[in-house]
C-alpha cells in the first residue's frame, strides 16, 4: 500500500496509489494524470521510498526526474534490500531535493507484513485464535464452532492479508478446512501444513483434493516427501524441523506473511520461539467446560501492545503486536 | 428504581421518581407536583404497582384515590409479597380502572435485583473475575493487578450497585482488601468472607479494622465465633456450610443483591449449583503464563445470554447473564 499525491504552489494537483500487486505505483499513477506543465518544479510527496530498479515496473526514478519534479517528500525508506537509499541517490544526484522520515512511522504500519519481512529476513506471523471464556479452543478429536457466523466471515476475509496460512497436522487431520478466503484473489493465499512426522501420509484430505489454492507440507518424513501429489501440492522435506527452518524456507520462497490459525500447540511454539509477530484472538461468551481442550498456554509473562477491540455479534476480537519484554 | 407520570388530555403534567431507599416513592413525588383540579380524572403511568402497605411511606394507593385520578396505568405488577396485588385491587376496589403489564419487562429490568430476591426468596448473584487471555486470574499467594486503572474504577462503581460483596478467605487472605465503593452511600454493601475453616481466626485483616462498611463472616468454626470483633464485624455459625444456607441466612437479613469477587474456587461453587445469575469478565490483553493460577473451570457447557461488551482503556468488560441450560 503506497500513496503519492503531487502539489505546486499549496495546491493538490493530481495523487495516485498502488491498486495492486504488478500494478503501477502511486508515483507514476500520480504522475501521468498531469502534464509537463504542472509537474515542472512540483513536489512530491510519496509514502514509501521511489524505487530504482527494474521489477514488474519500470523504475519511478526515471520518471519523477523526466517530470522535472523540484523536490520529493519520503515517508519511508524502503526496507527491501534491492530499493534502500538507492532511489534517493539517483533523485540526488539529479538535484532533485529529497526530504525522509515524515510520517515514517505511519508508513511503515500501512506495510507492516512487507517491512518486517526484509528487515528480518522472515515473514511476519500471525496467531489466531478463537476461545471460549474459559479458554477452551475445542473438543478432543471433533470439530467445533465456537464463534458465530460474523467473527467467521472475519477469519475469511482476514486470510486475504496474508500470504500464507498455517495450521499443524491435528487441525488438519481433525478440521479438515478448506482455509479458503472470502475474497476473489489471483493469488490466494498458500495452505501450509506443519506435520513432521508425517501423520497425513494416505490420508484423504479437502487440502489435497482441492486445487483453489497452492498447498505446501513441512514434514522429516521421507515417506510423506515422496508420495505423488496433486501439482498445487507441495512437500517439503525439513532437515532439522524447527518452526525458524520454516520460516526460513518461506522467506526462501517470497511468503512474506502467514496467519497461523492452530492447534494450541503450534501456537504455543510460535511464541516460545519469539517467531510470532501478532495475536488475534477471537472469544465467544460461552464455556466449553473443563473435558475441553485448552487454548495455548505458555510458561512466559506477555503482554499485547495497544490491543485493539471489535464486536462481532456476540464475539469480540482482540488485535495486538505480541511484546516478548 | 421506580418512575411515575401523570397524563391529562394527552399532555404530561407531572413525573416523579424514588430518589433513592427511604424516600418519597415515584406516585407521591410526581402527584405532589399538581393542584387538585390538575389531578381530577388524571391518568398515572407507573413502573411499579403502587404501594398499599406503611413501609418507611404511607400507602400510595390511598394518595392515589384520594388524588381522585381516574386511570393507573401500571408496567410491574410488584413481586414483593408484602405488596403483590395488593394495591391494584384497593385503586378497583375505589372505581379507579388499572391497567398492568404494560412495558413489564422493561420495567422489570430497572429492578432486576428486587425482582429475583422476591421471586426466588435468595439474593441476586453476580460473579465478577479479572482475567489474563490465558485465563489465568492471580499468582500463587500473591497479590497482582491485572487490570487497568479505568477497569478498578469501575468494579469500584458497580460494587455500588449491590447491597453485599462477597469474597474467599484465600481472597480475604492474600489479597487484604477494603471491599469498598468509590460512590458515597449512607448503606455501603456489606463485605461477606465465606471462611468454612475459620482460616481468618487470628488474622490482622483491613476488614476487621476499617469500620467504614459492615463485615459478615460465614463460618463453621466456633471458635472465629466467639471471637470479639469491633462492632461492624458479625460471625455467623453455619450449620450445613452451603452456598444456599449462606444465601438464605443472606435473604432473611434482607441482602437482595450479592456481587462475589472470587477466587475462583467459590465462583466455580455458585455456578456449580447454579446460585449465580450474571457473570461479569474484565480481560486483559497480557498472558500470566502457566505458573499462575487459573481463573475459575467449571464442567457444564455454559452460555452468556444477550452479553455486553465495554472497552476500558487496554481492558474489555464481557458482562451476561448465565443460562444454564
Avoid at 500520480?30 to 515542472?40: G, S, V
Wanted: one cysteine or more; hydrophobic letters at 35%.
Amino acid at each position: 500500500m503506497v500513496g503519492a499525491v503531487i502539489v505546486k504552489d499549496n495546491q493538490v494537483l493530481a495523487s495516485g496509489y498502488h491498486h495492486r500487486y504488478g500494478d503501477v505505483h502511486a508515483e507514476r499513477d500520480a504522475i501521468t494524470k498531469l502534464t509537463p506543465e504542472q509537474l515542472f518544479n512540483s513536489t512530491l510527496y510519496v509514502t514509501l521510498e521511489p524505487c530504482n530498479h527494474t521489477g514488474k515496473q519500470p523504475p519511478c526514478s526515471d520518471l519523477i526526474i523526466a517530470s522535472k519534479i523540484k523536490r520529493v517528500v519520503i515517508s519511508q525508506i524502503d526496507p527491501h534490500s534491492l530499493v534502500t537509499g538507492k532511489g534517493i541517490k539517483k533523485l540526488k544526484a539529479h538535484n532533485i531535493s529529497v526530504t525522509t522520515g515524515v510520517l515514517a512511522q505511519e508508513a511503515k504500519k500501512l506495510n507492516q507484513h512487507y517491512a518486517y519481512f526484509y528487515e528480518h529476513n522472515l515473514p511476519y506471523v500471525t496467531l489466531k485464535q478463537a476461545l471460549s471464556l474459559d479458554h477452551k479452543c475445542s473438543y478432543p478429536n471433533k470439530r467445533v464452532q465456537i464463534t458465530g457466523n460474523a467473527a467467521s466471515q472475519k477469519v475469511h476475509q482476514e486470510r486475504a492479508d496474508y500470504q500464507a496460512i498455517m495450521v499443524g497436522s491435528s487441525t488438519a487431520l481433525i478440521d479438515n478446512p478448506t482455509l479458503l478466503t472470502s475474497i476473489k484473489q489471483d493469488h490466494p493465499p498458500i495452505r501450509l501444513v506443519l506435520d513432521r512426522r508425517g501423520r497425513l501420509l494416505n490420508q484423504q484430505l479437502t487440502l489435497f483434493s482441492d486445487n483453489r489454492a497452492p498447498t505446501w507440507i513441512f514434514t522429516q518424513n521421507p515417506e510423506l516427501a515422496k508420495t505423488s501429489y496433486p501439482l498445487h501440492v507441495k512437500v517439503f522435506l525439513l532437515d532439522q524441523g524447527t518452526l525458524t527452518e520454516v520460516l526460513q524456507i518461506l522467506a526462501q520462497n517470497q511468503v512474506q506473511s502467514v496467519y497461523v490459525e492452530g492447534g494450541p500447540t503450534l501456537m504455543k511454539s510460535f511464541v516460545e520461539e519469539k517467531l510470532a509477530q501478532e495475536l488475534i484472538t477471537y472469544f465467544s461468551p460461552t464455556f466449553l467446560g473443563s473435558n475441553a481442550l485448552d487454548g495455548f498456554e505458555i510458561t512466559e509473562n506477555l503482554k499485547l501492545i495497544q490491543p485493539n477491540y471489535q464486536v462481532l455479534d456476540k464475539d469480540i476480537r482482540i488485535s495486538g503486536r505480541i511484546d516478548y519484554v
